[in-house]
């Protein structure tokens, strides 16, 4: 079965940049997007990035648009989610999730029909 696997955060100064890599494990039968996802404690969980394989075409959260960018590597099955500007706010548990692209309201990348859609999580830390 296609796993999720994050790579290790880590911490950073307000202003530093970091680098989130989602490897899976083997090639996806399943699904058409990957999204980042982040959860802050007492925060609900918030969809950050998203990217559809199809096209290339990427999606972000106001929160990050314009710091953050989601790329998709198909021959390593990797997507990468690229972080500058960071700040405090930006502290929290990210998690990547493959699924299938969806509009409700807006766009999202839905996982719940995708087996093991989630990785395991890491996290960032942003000091001021």
């Known amino acids: 079965q296609v796993h999720m696997v994050e790579s290790k955060g880590g911490s950073v100064q307000a202003g530093g940049s970091l680098t989130l890599s989602c490897a899976a494990s083997?090639?996806?039968?399943?699904?058409?997007?990957m999204a980042w996802h982040r959860q802050a404690p007492g925060k609900e969980r918030e969809e950050v990035a998203i990217?559809?394989?199809?096209?290339?075409?990427?999606y972000y959260a106001e929160s990050v648009k314009g710091r953050f960018t989601i790329s998709h590597d198909p021959a390593q099955n990797t997507v990468d989610l690229q972080m500058d500007r960071l700040k405090p706010d930006d502290t929290a548990t990210y998690y990547c999730?493959?699924?299938?692209?969806?509009?409700?309201?807006?766009?999202?990348?839905?996982?719940?029909?995708?087996?093991?859609?989630w990785g395991q999580g890491t996290q960032v830390n942003v000091s001021s």
């Open positions: 083997e090639y996806m039968s399943e699904g058409n997007c």
């Open positions: 990217i559809y394989f199809r096209t290339g075409k990427t």
């Open positions: 999730a493959a699924g299938y692209l969806q509009f409700l309201y807006k766009w999202y990348c839905n996982p719940s029909d995708v087996r093991n859609a």
